[in-house]
């Protein structure tokens, strides 16, 4: 498969910024840091309303099922939490990049909304990091996605060796979808070694197909009333080790108590969540502790 690198991209960067010794970038990233409130969002993170498209790409339909429904309270050490936030700071970096050369970034619409995309009557979703305008190895006025992503030092000389589709699947797919349903049929993917600070990018081109195969496999995992089969039989498989489900999938371990994980309520196909025993739509503020009728599903 051939990978196409931006290549005037990263050398109209690396020119622009060693052109004034990096005043321009940081003047830009002076400006930008502000705006990025998911790095320094003061309430704690809880579960996540939706099936996240970039998600979508992980081999286990049972660890996605799982997240959709609540059963394991996401819970992460210090460092892990760090690691998130380095990658909502990264984010200003690349934009200041871009304009230091002359793009034209935007993240949000014309109402000021952040750019985000929907499937499945809302149950699936994402906010992309934006659209950029301006990019040296595209037609000029050509708008294409950005998505920007931090790698350690073996994870970047993967990159660099098989491209995003081979090396980070997961990163991929996202972009298919986000290109997909924003009607864009190019991406600008973009990353940066967090050892060296070198910079990766990558031109990625729209599949139709491979998009909109994700997208059903998506809608498929969200209505399935099933417990999908697992990826590994042994919890000590590659991807298991990590999950954040491994002691409910592997062992014995107990779903957390909502209403998605009770066996009254399920999703329907116009995004709402409702309850069968009470016969009511289901408030997503109610959805995260549950009600006094709370019967664990047998199925999680």
């Known amino acids: 498969m051939s990978i196409r690198l ?11 910024i060693a052109a004034d010794q990096g005043a321009a970038f940081r003047k830009y990233l002076g ?8 790095a320094y969002r003061g309430e704690s993170e809880s579960f996540r309303t939706h099936l996240g498209a970039s998600m979508l790409g992980s081999p286990c339909a049972r660890s996605l099922w799982y997240g959709f429904r609540w059963a394991t309270k996401p819970s992460h050490s210090g460092r892990i939490l760090r690691l998130f936030n380095r990658g909502h700071l990264e984010e200003a970096r690349f934009i200041a990049m871009l304009l230091t050369i002359g793009c034209q970034v935007y993240q949000h619409d014309e109402k000021g909304n952040q750019f985000r995309i929907s499937d499945a009557g809302g149950h699936l979703g994402g906010s992309t990091d934006g659209v950029v305008i301006g990019i040296p190895d595209l037609p000029p006025g050509m708008p294409c996605l950005t998505e920007f992503k931090t790698h350690g030092e073996k994870s970047f000389i993967k990159l660099k060796k098989e491209g995003v589709k081979v090396s980070k699947p997961e990163h991929y797919v996202q972009m298919q979808i986000y290109m997909r349903k924003m009607g864009l049929t190019v991406a600008l993917y973009m990353a940066v070694n ?3 600070d070198e910079v990766y990018a990558e031109i ?17 995992i969200i209505f399935m009333a099933e417990l999908p089969e697992k990826i590994n ?23 957390d108590m909502n209403c998605r994980t ?7 196909e116009d995004g709402a969540w409702v309850c069968k025993h009470h016969d009511q739509v289901i408030p997503k503020e109610v959805q995260f502790k549950g009600c006094n009728s709370y019967s664990r599903s047998q199925v999680i």
Request: glycine letters at 4%; hydrophobic letters at 30%; proline letters at 6%.
């Open 262 to 268: 009770c066996m009254f309520s399920f999703p329907r």
């Open 31 to 38: 400006q930008i840091i502000p705006h990025m409130s998911d």
């Open 6 to 16: 931006a290549e005037k991209t990263m050398e109209a960067i690396e020119n622009a």
């Open 233 to 255: 039989k042994s919890p000590g498989w590659f991807e298991c080790s990590f999950c954040d489900h491994k002691d409910l999938c592997h062992s014995k371990g107990v779903p």
């Open 194 to 196: 967090k050892n060296t």
């Open 204 to 220: 990625i081109l729209l599949d139709s197909t491979h998009a909109d195969h994700y997208l059903e496999r998506g809608n498929k």
